[in-house]
C-alpha cells in the first residue's frame, strides 16, 4: 500500500473527498453525482481550513444504512480473501490444502480465472520442436503423388525473424495447437477423450490451411491424406558449458490421415466432428 | 484494544470514504485497454484466423469445448461471418473508449465482454500476455478507474463549470446507453443466450446494469441522501477491493514465476536464460540473442537476477524505496523480453500490471509531462487537450467512475 503514500498524505481532514450529499435532479445513471462544488475553503491552505465532518465514508451513514454498509463491507472483504486465497491455491503446487478441495478450488477459478504463470519453469524448453507434415495429393491430371516434407515451423520461424511485433498465427497457434495435441495424446499416439479427438481435428485443419497456402497440391489439385511429424532438436549447450549433448534430431511420425472429400479448408469444417482415422 | 479498534476504524474509513489510487487505477485502465487495443489492431489482418467461425479452430470446435467448459463467449451466438466482424469491431472500440475514460463504467464492461469473447472462442491462441488481459479486464469492472485522465473526469470538469455558471447540464448518452445495453441484455437472456454458460459473467453484466440504475434513482431520491451516499461507499469498497486482487494477482504472477524457476537444474545452474533465446519461435532476432549469450558470466547474472527480482518483488512492498527500484527493473527487463523473445504484446501487459504500484507523485509528474507535450503538439501552450491530473481533492471525488 506505500505505493500510494504520496497519496494518503493528502486525505486528511478538511481535505476528504466528498460527494454531495443533495440528492440530484441530474439526469443519467451516467452522471453521477458530483463533487460538492468547489467551495471557497476547499483549495486554500488545509490548515486554515475548519475540520469539517466528513460527509462521506460509514461515518456519513445513518445508523440503519450503517448496517447495510456493514454488510456490504464483509462481503466485500471476504469475496476479496476468498478469491484470493483461490487464486493463490490455484497456482501452488499440489498440497494438503488442494488435495482435500481440488474440486472447491477448481470450481471457483474455471472457466474465467485460470492462469498458468510457470514462465520458463521449472526449466525452460532446451530443445525446439518443429511439426513437418507432408501431403498425399491427386493433381489435376488424375496423378496420386506423395509431396516432400513441409516445415510448418520453420515457415513461423521466418516470419518472426526480424519482426519486432509477431502475430499470434505465427508463434503461438501451430506451436499450441502441437502442444495440446501431444498433451491429449499417449505415446502410440492415441486420442485421450474428446480433447484427444479435438485437438487432432484443429492440428488436422491448421496443417491443411498451411498445406493450401504453400500451394502443396498444385494447381487444381486436392490433398488425399496427409502425415504429422514431429522433429525434437536440442538447442546445442552455450559455448563456454562443457556438457554434451547430443543433437540428433528425434522424430515422432503419425499415422496418415484421411482428409475428408474435398478437403480444403474452408470445407474442413463438416469434417470437424467426424474422425479421420 | 482500544488501539485495535482504533486502526480498524481508520481502515473501515480508508475503504469507504475513497476510491484509493486514482492514477494507479487510471494507469492500469489506460494500459491494459492500450495493450488489448494495439494486440487487436496488428491482429487485424489475422482476425478470421484466430478467432473467426471458419478459422482452423472452428466454430464447430469451439462449440464443443465450451459445452465442456462453459466460458463466456458473445462470439458464439451465431456462426456468420458478419457477427464475428461485428464482435471484433465492438471489441476495438470498447478498448479505445476504455483507454479514453469514455463512460468508463460501461467501456470497462464492453472491455470485458470483447475480451472474454475472443479469448474464450479460441483458448489455443493465446499466451501469458492474453491470460493477464483476461483475469484484469474482470479486475477492471469493479474499479472506479476512470477518476483521473479520462474523458469522463473532463466531462464532469466542464459540467461543474457549467453548473458554476448556472447552467443545467443534461446527459442523454448515459441513459442511452444504458437503455441499450439493457435492451441487448433482456434479448440475451430471453433467447437463451447466457445458457450453458457459467452464472459469473452474465451475473456481472446484469449487476453492472442494475447497479447503474439503483445509483441513477439514489440521485433522484430527494427525501434523504444516505442512499447515495450508501452506494457510493459500496461502490469505494468494490474498488479498492478489486485494487487489492490486481495487486495480489500481480504478485502471484511473480512468486508464480520465481518460486516455479528456483526449483529448475537450469535455473540452479545459471543457464537457463541462454535457452529461450536459443527458441526458433522466440527469437526474432537471432543475433541479438547469440550476442547476449556470448558471455556466460552475463547470462548467470541475468539468470540469477530474474529469479531473485521475481521472488523477492512481493516482499519488497514493504519497503517503498526497494520496492520502486525493483518495479523499475522489472519494466525494464519486460521492456527487454518484448523485443528479444518477440513477446510485445505479453511485455505490455505485465509494465501494465507493474504500474499498479507505481508511486502518486512520479504518476502525476508523468501526468503533466503528458498535458504539457500534447498542448505542445495542439499548438496551444497551457491549455492541454489531454486530461490533466487534477487537483487531488476532485481526483478523488467519487463521482466519475461511479456506476457508468
Known amino acids: 500500500m506505500d505505493a500510494y503514500g504520496g497519496h494518503g498524505t493528502q486525505d486528511g481532514g478538511?481535505?476528504?473527498?466528498?460527494?454531495?450529499?443533495?440528492?440530484?435532479?441530474?439526469?443519467?445513471?451516467?452522471?453521477?453525482a458530483d463533487a460538492a462544488p468547489v467551495t471557497e475553503e476547499a483549495p486554500t491552505a488545509p490548515a486554515e481550513a475548519p475540520p469539517s465532518p466528513p460527509r462521506t465514508g460509514v461515518a456519513a451513514l445513518s445508523p440503519r444504512y450503517q448496517i447495510g454498509a456493514a454488510v456490504a463491507l464483509a462481503v466485500v472483504a471476504v469475496a476479496v480473501c476468498v478469491h484470493i486465497g483461490m487464486v493463490f491455491l490455484h497456482v501452488a503446487p499440489s498440497n494438503t490444502v488442494t488435495k482435500a478441495h481440488g474440486e472447491a478450488i477448481d470450481e471457483w477459478i474455471y472457466p474465467e480465472f485460470e492462469q498458468n504463470w510457470k514462465l520458463f519453469a521449472p526449466n525452460p524448453l532446451q530443445q525446439n520442436i518443429a511439426v513437418e507434415v507432408r501431403a498425399e495429393v491427386r493433381t489435376a491430371d488424375g496423378e496420386t503423388r506423395t509431396t516432400g516434407w513441409y516445415d510448418l515451423s520453420a515457415e513461423d520461424g521466418r516470419?518472426?525473424?526480424?519482426?519486432?511485433?509477431?502475430?499470434?498465427?505465427?508463434q503461438n497457434?501451430?506451436?499450441?495447437?502441437?502442444?495440446?495435441?501431444?498433451?491429449?495424446?499417449?505415446?502410440?499416439?492415441?486420442?485421450?477423450g474428446v480433447r484427444g479427438t479435438l485437438s487432432e481435428t484443429y492440428l488436422r485443419r491448421i496443417v491443411l490451411l498451411r498445406l493450401d497456402r504453400d500451394g502443396a497440391a498444385g494447381p487444381g489439385g486436392d490433398v488425399r491424406r496427409i502425415q504429422v511429424r514431429s522433429r525434437s532438436t536440442a538447442v546445442p549447450p552455450p559455448s563456454w558449458s562443457r556438457e554434451r549433448v547430443s543433437l540428433k534430431p528425434v522424430y515422432r511420425t503419425m499415422p496418415w490421415w484421411d482428409v475428408p472429400a474435398a478437403g480444403n479448408t474452408t470445407q474442413a469444417r463438416a469434417a470437424a466432428a467426424g474422425g479421420a482415422r | 484494544m482500544n488501539r485495535f479498534s482504533l486502526t480498524l476504524s481508520t481502515a473501515i474509513a480508508r475503504v469507504t470514504e475513497a476510491a484509493r489510487a486514482p492514477y494507479q487505477s487510471a494507469v492500469i485502465r489506460i494500459g491494459f485497454a492500450t495493450t488489448w487495443l494495439l494486440f487487436l489492431l496488428r491482429e487485424f489482418p489475422h482476425r478470421a484466423e484466430l478467432y473467426g467461425p471458419d478459422g482452423p479452430w472452428s466454430w464447430d470446435l469451439a462449440q464443443q469445448l465450451l459445452g465442456m467448459n462453459h466460458a463466456f463467449t458473445v462470439l458464439m451466438w451465431s456462426d456468420s461471418r458478419m457477427w464475428f466482424e461485428t464482435v471484433y469491431a465492438l471489441a476495438v472500440a470498447?478498448?479505445?473508449?476504455?483507454?479514453?475514460?469514455?463512460?468508463?463504467?460501461?467501456?470497462?464492461?464492453?472491455?470485458?465482454?470483447?475480451v472474454l469473447s475472443l479469448q474464450n472462442r479460441s483458448v489455443f491462441m493465446g499466451d501469458g500476455g492474453d491470460n493477464v488481459l483476461h483475469l484484469m479486464s474482470v479486475y477492471l469492472v469493479f474499479t472506479r478507474c476512470g477518476q483521473v485522465w479520462s474523458l469522463d473526469a473532463r466531462r464532469a470538469r466542464r459540467r461543474d463549470a457549467a453548473r458554476a455558471r448556472g447552467e443545467l447540464a443534461v446527459d442523454r448518452v448515459g441513459p442511452a446507453l444504458?437503455?441499450?445495453?439493457?435492451?441487448?441484455?433482456?434479448?440475451?437472456?430471453?433467447?437463451?443466450?447466457?445458457?450453458?454458460?457459467?452464472?459469473?459473467?452474465?451475473?456481472?453484466?446484469?449487476?453492472?446494469?442494475?447497479a447503474q440504475a439503483a445509483w441513477w434513482l439514489a440521485g433522484r431520491f430527494r427525501r434523504s441522501p444516505q442512499p447515495r451516499i450508501l452506494l457510493d461507499v459500496i461502490t469505494n469498497m468494490l474498488h479498492n477491493g478489486a485494487l487489492l486482487v490486481i495487486m495480489a494477482e500481480a504478485c502471484l504472477i511473480y512468486a508464480t514465476a520465481g518460486w516455479y524457476k528456483i526449483q529448475g537444474s537450469r535455473w540452479q545452474d545459471g543457464t537457463a536464460v541462454y535457452y529461450p533465446l536459443h527458441l526458433d519461435y522466440f527469437s526474432p532476432w537471432p543475433a541479438l540473442g547469440d550476442l547476449l549469450a556470448a558471455s556466460g558470466i552475463m547470462v548467470m547474472l541475468v539468470t540469477y537476477g530474474?529469479?531473485?527480482?521475481?521472488?523477492?518483488?512481493?516482499?519488497?512492498?514493504?519497503?517503498?524505496?526497494?520496492?520502486?527500484?525493483l518495479l523499475a527493473m522489472m519494466m525494464v527487463e519486460h521492456a527487454a523480453i518484448a523485443v528479444v523473445l518477440g513477446l510485445p504484446f505479453f511485455s505490455l501487459a505485465?509494465?501494465?500490471?507493474?504500474?499498479?504500484?507505481?508511486?502518486?507523485?512520479f504518476l502525476r509528474r508523468l501526468g503533466s509531462l503528458a498535458a504539457r507535450a500534447a498542448g505542445r503538439v495542439s499548438g496551444r501552450p497551457g491549455t492541454a487537450r489531454v486530461p490533466g491530473p487534477r487537483a487531488p481533492q476532485p481526483a478523488e471525488q467519487p463521482q466519475v467512475g461511479s456506476p457508468m
Open chain 1, 14 to 32: 478538511a481535505e476528504v473527498p466528498r460527494p454531495d450529499p443533495a440528492p440530484r435532479p441530474g439526469p443519467g445513471g451516467a452522471a453521477p
Open chain 1, 159 to 170: 516470419a518472426i525473424d526480424g519482426n519486432p511485433l509477431p502475430s499470434h498465427t505465427q
Open chain 1, 173 to 192: 497457434e501451430l506451436r499450441r495447437a502441437f502442444d495440446f495435441f501431444t498433451n491429449t495424446h499417449n505415446a502410440d499416439g492415441r486420442p485421450v
Open chain 2, 94 to 114: 470498447a478498448a479505445a473508449l476504455l483507454a479514453l475514460g469514455w463512460r468508463t463504467r460501461t467501456a470497462s464492461v464492453l472491455f470485458m465482454v470483447g
Open chain 2, 178 to 210: 444504458w437503455a441499450a445495453s439493457g435492451v441487448v441484455l433482456v434479448a440475451a437472456t430471453a433467447l437463451g443466450r447466457f445458457d450453458g454458460q457459467e452464472w459469473l459473467v452474465p451475473s456481472l453484466l446484469w449487476a453492472a446494469w442494475a
Open chain 2, 306 to 325: 530474474t529469479v531473485a527480482a521475481q521472488v523477492a518483488f512481493p516482499f519488497t512492498l514493504f519497503n517503498r524505496r526497494v520496492k520502486n527500484v
Open chain 2, 350 to 361: 505485465m509494465i501494465a500490471a507493474d504500474a499498479v504500484f507505481l508511486p502518486t507523485p
